[in-house]
Structure formats: C-alpha cells, structure tokens
C-alpha cells in the first residue's frame, strides 16, 4: 500500500493536465449507509479519493461530516491519479475530493516555483480552472521528507536538513526517481550544500524496504512521507526544512463549484482546521497497520473526537 500511494502522488504531479484520460469504472461505497438532504443547497455530494488509503480516510471525513450536517452524500473511491479524478470532477460524476495544494498547482503547472504553503495557496488560487474551487486547506500534510533515526539525530545533533553536513558522506535511500528531482539529490546539493552524499535507489517508495534500510544503517538517511505510520513504530525523524527545498504538500478540498455554498464550506472548514499530520499518521496507522479498522471507522472517530460530529 505504501508503493501504490507513492507512485500514484509522483505520478500524478509530473504528468500535464493535457493528457487527462477517461473517467475509469469506480466503486460507489457510503460510509454510513444512510442518507441525508441539504435543505439549503438540494444537490447531491459525491466524494472522491485517490486509490491509496489515507485519501480513502479523508474522503470517509468530508462525506461524514457532510452528512452529518444535512448533507445528501455518496461516495466514490479508489478512482485513481489525477488523470481520472479531474475529469470526473469536471463532468461531475464525482464533485468534491481531498486533495493536496503542492502536487494539485504542479499538475496545473509543472514549473511552478511555489514552496511555502502561503505561496503554493497564492499560486494555486491563479491555476485552479473556472468551474473548479479550492477551500482552506489543513495544517496536515503528507509530502516527501528527509528522514533519520531519533538516534542518529540525538548522536550528532541533527535537527535540520541543513545538518546533514555533519554526517557527509553518507548514503540516502529513496525511489530511482529521486536522484533526479528538484527536491532530491541535486537539491540537496544545491541548496543545502550537501555533495558527499551516496544514492542507493529503493523500489518501494519509503515503504518497508526503504525504512529496514534506514533501521539497520544500510543508509543514513532516507525520503519517507510525513504521514508514514513507521514515524512513530520505528522511531524516526523528519529533519526540518528551513529552506523550503520540499513544496508544501497541504490537504485540501476540491469540489466542482456548482456545489459550494457557505455551509458547506463551514463543515469543511471546520474539518480542516482540527487536521494535523500527527492524525494523518494515526489514521493512516489504524486503517494500513495492525488494527486493519475500516477507513470509515477511524474517519468517524476521528470525527467524534474532535466534536465534528452530532
């Protein structure tokens, strides 16, 4: 599950929005198995997600809280990239997705120079198409990150990115494609200052593989997503990025603009404003780790923790 959600995020933020293919055949799911009607709008929400758990988790939230509010709600997940969500969203066969600022403006425009949340935000508002809306995104976020062991970083106190100075050389661990990338190897490098670094390619995207490589010292450092279970289980460390090397991954919500209206946009509001990348974790660990909780369990406790819902 981890290698089908890295690629499908890499994926989808290189490929232009120019060749977005057909909407494929989904799986319509609803998360409570009743219905509701908005009073005040009467259109229907249908939610989408990527075909990776955490989106199914978010989507499970935004129709939840939705719902709860006298919303209608159907759900359709597992759709896939942004080749097919996008077109489903324009045709309107799904209205509404959780989505991520960074990866989202770089679909739109892939040479983008937006880093900090504030900037992605700026910038995306300017790419979004008309018939499109974007709400206020979370304080979570779920973006590519420069990771050591809490005991590395105890050792030679390494806070920040910038600190890896203080271990060079050392060996990196990460997908082939990283060696390539803005934000990888050759950022690294030109940004932080960092040369003596060597690239050992890990097929998994920052799953098992790359963690049990980061674990026994095969490499010293390694890209894992901020909302990765192991973070916690395995007793890692995001090093800090004062520089803004890696863009600002937020979640957000996206939905086709014939749906907005002021109350739907304060339940989602409302939703993000409690989201932390701590609770994407602890979703994430729910739903992918031992417990094996449906994601619409944990959605709802979630919810029902932070007095989202009824």
């Known amino acids: 599950m981890f290698a089908a959600h890295r690629r499908t995020r ?3 933020a290189v490929i232009a929005a120019g060749s977005l293919l057909a909407l494929a055949g989904c799986a319509t799911s609803d998360p409570t198995g009743t219905s509701s009607t908005d009073s005040a709008k009467g259109s229907k929400i249908v939610v989408g997600s990527f075909a ?20 209608s709600v159907e759900t359709k997940f597992n759709l896939g990239p942004r080749q097919t969500t996008i077109p489903a969203l324009k045709d309107g066969s799904i209205n509404l997705m959780p989505e991520y600022n960074g990866n989202l403006l770089f679909f739109y425009d892939t040479k983008n120079t937006a880093r900090t949340t504030s900037e992605v ?4 508002a ?9 709400l206020t995104p979370a304080p979570a976020e779920d973006k590519d990150a420069y990771v050591v062991t809490q005991e590395l970083a105890k050792n030679k106190g390494l806070v920040s990115i910038g600190d890896l100075t203080k271990i060079e050389p050392f060996s990196l661990g990460s997908n082939p494609q990283f060696g390539e990338l803005g934000y990888g190897i050759p950022g690294l490098k030109s940004v932080y200052k ?7 390619p890990i097929e998994d995207f920052g799953g098992p593989d790359t963690v049990k490589a980061l674990v026994d010292n095969a490499v010293q450092v390694a890209d894992i997503y901020t ?27 996206l939905l086709n603009s014939k749906i907005y209206s002021a109350k739907l946009a304060k339940v989602l509001d409302r939703v993000s404003a409690a989201l932390s990348t701590k609770d994407l974790i602890a979703l994430r660990d729910r739903v992918e780790g031992s417990e094996k ?10 919810l029902t923790k932070n007095g989202l819902l009824k």
């Open 10 to 12: 890499i994926a989808t």
């Open 52 to 71: 990776f758990p955490e989106s199914e988790i978010l989507g499970n939230i935004y129709a939840l809280a939705l719902k709860n509010a006298g919303f």
């Open 121 to 124: 935000n700026a910038a995306l």
């Open 126 to 134: 300017t790419k979004v198409p008309a018939g499109f809306r974007v």
């Open 194 to 200: 960092i040369k003596a670094v060597t690239f050992v």
């Open 227 to 253: 909302t990765s279970p192991d973070l916690v289980a395995k007793k890692l460390l995001v090093l800090k990025d004062p520089e803004n090397l890696i863009a600002a991954q937020n979640v957000l919500p």
């Open 293 to 302: 909780a449906q994601a619409a369990t944990a959605a709802k406790d979630w």
